[in-house]
Nanobody, 125 residues
Framework: QVQLVESGGGLVQAGGSLRLSCAAS????????MGWFRQAPGKEREFVAA????????YYADSVKGRFTISRDNAKNTVYLQMNSLKPEDTAVYYC??????????????????WGQGTQVTVSS
């Protein structure tokens, strides 16, 4: 069992930056692909970014490409999401997720086995 705990959310003005962190428990973190998803009120959960177990492959939603960067530190069992040039439409609860048997870096939420509790990001205009 893996537990994921997100942090780093908050309120920021449009154009600002935030860095989300997701700390994972367990000794097998380095074998998992990791993803970030978000869910705005009244909307479905959507894919944001994902990273392979090694960090060598990343994948982004078109809506965040060029503004967000996903990274990981396997020594610290942590995955990050650096968010720059934030827009009001980025406002959502952000969740990290772990895929314990990754065949590829996936944007499909059903691929992921473990989820954090989420952290709120609010971008004011």
């Amino acid at each position: 069992q893996v537990q994921l705990v997100e942090s780093g959310g908050g309120l920021v003005q449009a154009g600002g930056s935030l860095r989300l962190s997701c700390a994972a428990s367990g000794r097998t973190f380095s074998s998992y692909a990791m993803g970030w998803f978000r869910q705005a009120p009244g909307k479905e959960r959507e894919f944001v970014a994902a990273i392979s177990w090694s960090g060598g492959s990343t994948y982004y939603a078109d809506s965040v490409k060029g503004r967000f960067t996903i990274s990981r530190d396997n020594a610290k069992n942590t995955v990050y999401l650096q968010m720059n040039s934030l827009k009001p439409e980025d406002t959502a609860v952000y969740y990290c997720a772990a895929d314990r048997a990754p065949l590829y870096v996936s944007s499909d939420y059903s691929t992921y086995d473990y989820w954090g509790q989420g952290t709120q990001v609010t971008v004011s205009s």
